[in-house]
């Protein structure tokens, strides 16, 4: 492989002129004046929200980022009509969608995932430049997505399977299956602007719920290509799409208390406040995915060369910017030097450079105020402390800012508490393996963490505290969220709700059943409502 030292230089130099730029993967403006109400794309005349790229482009003024294009700006007026339009098309549970059957959502699902492979690079090209993840990643963002659509209408084939048939007990004669909840608020993070809200908004749609979908911050315009494809597979008023300021449009859609659930990824202290604007909290269902700071632990017995490698990729995959990301590394002292010191070589290797380069490992991060925030974590470390390991950790160009590796970290830290969430990697040194499981008891967060060591004993002294800490305890390897079909939740403030591609289903919908006494005329009556297929909830087929 190529020489990948990223200089003070090379840093420096890191944004082109557009000219360099291959055309492959130039972008014209897009100008949105549009949104998805009530089935239809409505012409949108009003004020617009202009969307940056952070990737900059040198000009008479210096380093300025790329206008992307514009969305609209709505109002809450526009909100409540989106809300209107979900109420209506649920109407109380009689609407269309909510009362098709299984088979009939699979087919529009089925429609909307064929429209959606038509925009793949499209979307793929505007994930790259409106939130700065590489091409590799981008397409397997959308790739992902996709199959996680494919595997939710499958589960959903399952779980079908599995109710259509009449159980028995006690004299009484019932079919069981799940219903819709309602209208769903999704609203989703700029990190993973398609993947991570799709894994809402594809099973709380497909489960017969209507969806109000608040497009992130970052990552909007990804999903204007899809707009049509929402249009052309779903019944009007099934999915509509809002813009704008959350804390304006969002405000009136939770105090009205016509929001069934509440499916948000974001901050614990948002989805809080959200909460309580509902006016009858009893009514509200929350399906959350929250704040993080996943620990590793690395111990003496651990394979150094593994733990390095994974916590490199756990810390730093998309800049570190991942709610499963290693956001606090401990390493017991005897190894501690050693770690650290190849650690730091393996993230002076990194290849800092723009979306589109080959073997790019480090991007300029969308937030504006991002590299101002981490440099201020930066300074607080050393002023406690703390020394920048790795040579240029820290460096800033505009909206790049390469990795630092933060040895030694301590809980007077702001590092050791609050979740970097960007190219930073706090080391901490321990003597005694409770110190670990100390900081998991006394965190707020309790989503993964990750245990390096090749001593069965030791491991198994870690998991036994831990998986009653966090949701999920990783051996020897970094933390994440897949393979989809395992459970994603969080303790503490992490989560509320389980996620998976089965967990998703069931967390959007409730069991339902229709009983009867078994006699030989109740008998009669349903088999007769079930073999003229006269109702949707009542039956027997078996879907392929």
Not at 71 to 91: G, N, Q, R, W
Not at 171 to 176: E, K, M, R, S
Not at 189 to 200: A, D, G, R, S
Not at 533 to 544: A, C, E, K, Q, V
Request: proline share 6%; aromatic share 8%; glycine share 6%.
């Amino acid at each position: 492989m190529e020489n990948l030292n990223a200089s003070q230089t090379t840093i420096d130099n890191l944004f082109v002129a557009e000219s360099q730029i291959p055309d492959q993967y130039k972008l014209e403006e897009i100008h949105q004046r549009e949104y998805l109400l009530n089935g239809k794309l409505v012409p949108w005349n009003g004020a617009v929200s202009e969307v940056f790229s952070p990737v900059c482009i040198p000009g008479a003024n210096g380093l300025q980022r790329k206008l992307l294009g514009t969305i609209p700006h709505t109002s809450p007026k526009e909100a409540m009509e989106a809300l209107d339009a979900a109420v209506a098309a649920y109407d109380e549970g009689q609407g269309e969608w909510p009362t098709m059957s299984v088979d009939g959502r699979i087919k529009c699902m089925q429609k909307f995932v064929y429209l959606m492979i038509g925009q793949r690079e499209l979307v793929i090209k505007l994930l790259m430049w409106e939130i700065g993840k590489s091409n590799p990643d981008a397409a397997k963002e959308f790739d992902r997505t996709v199959e996680y659509i494919n595997d939710t209408i499958d589960a959903l084939k399952d779980l079908d399977r599995q109710s259509s048939r009449f159980e028995e007990a006690e004299g009484v004669l019932a079919q069981i299956r799940r219903s819709p909840l309602g209208v769903v608020l999704s609203m989703g993070p700029f990190n993973y602007p398609l993947n991570e809200i799709f894994t809402t908004l594809i099973p709380a749609l497909i489960m017969g719920n209507t969806i109000l979908f608040k497009l992130p911050k970052y990552g909007v315009l990804a999903h204007y290509p899809l707009l049509q494809a929402f249009k052309e597979a779903f019944p009007a008023g099934t999915v509509n799409t809002l813009y704008g300021k959350g804390s304006e449009i969002v405000t009136p859609l939770m105090e009205s208390g016509k929001v069934s659930v509440l499916a948000f990824i974001g901050s614990s202290k948002v989805a809080n406040g959200l909460k309580k604007l509902h006016p009858k909290v009893n009514r509200l269902r929350s399906i959350l995915s929250l704040d993080a700071k996943n620990a590793a632990i690395v111990t003496n017995n651990a394979d150094i060369d593994v733990a390095v490698n994974e916590c490199l990729l756990g810390a730093l995959s998309f800049n570190g910017q991942r709610c499963t990301a290693l956001k606090l590394i401990f390493v017991q002292k005897g190894i501690a030097e050693n770690f650290v010191k190849k650690l730091s070589d393996a993230v002076a290797a990194l290849k800092p450079g723009l979306p589109w380069d080959k073997e790019v490992k480090i991007t300029p991060l969308p937030e504006f105020d991002k590299p101002a925030y981490l440099k201020a974590c930066l300074d607080d470390a050393v002023a406690n402390g703390a020394k920048i390991i790795n040579e240029n950790g820290g460096y800033t160009n505009n909206s790049f800012v390469f990795p630092a590796v933060v040895f030694p970290v301590n809980d007077q830290m702001r590092l050791y508490h609050e979740e970097q969430f960007g190219p930073i990697i706090p080391i901490v040194p321990f003597e005694s393996i409770e110190e670990p499981i100390d900081y998991q008891i006394n965190a707020p967060h309790g989503m993964q963490v990750s245990i390096f060591s090749n001593d069965a004993r030791e491991v198994s002294s870690l998991i036994d505290p831990f998986v009653n800490l966090v949701s999920r305890v990783n051996i020897n390897c970094q933390s994440q969220r897949g393979p989809d079909v395992f459970p994603f939740t969080g303790r503490k403030d992490s989560a509320e709700g389980t996620l998976s591609v089965s967990d998703a289903l069931r967390s959007f919908s409730i069991r339902s059943l229709v009983a009867t006494k078994a006699t030989d005329a109740n008998k009669q009556l349903l088999n007769t409502i079930v073999r003229d297929h006269d109702s949707n909830f009542l039956s027997t087929d078996y879907i392929f």
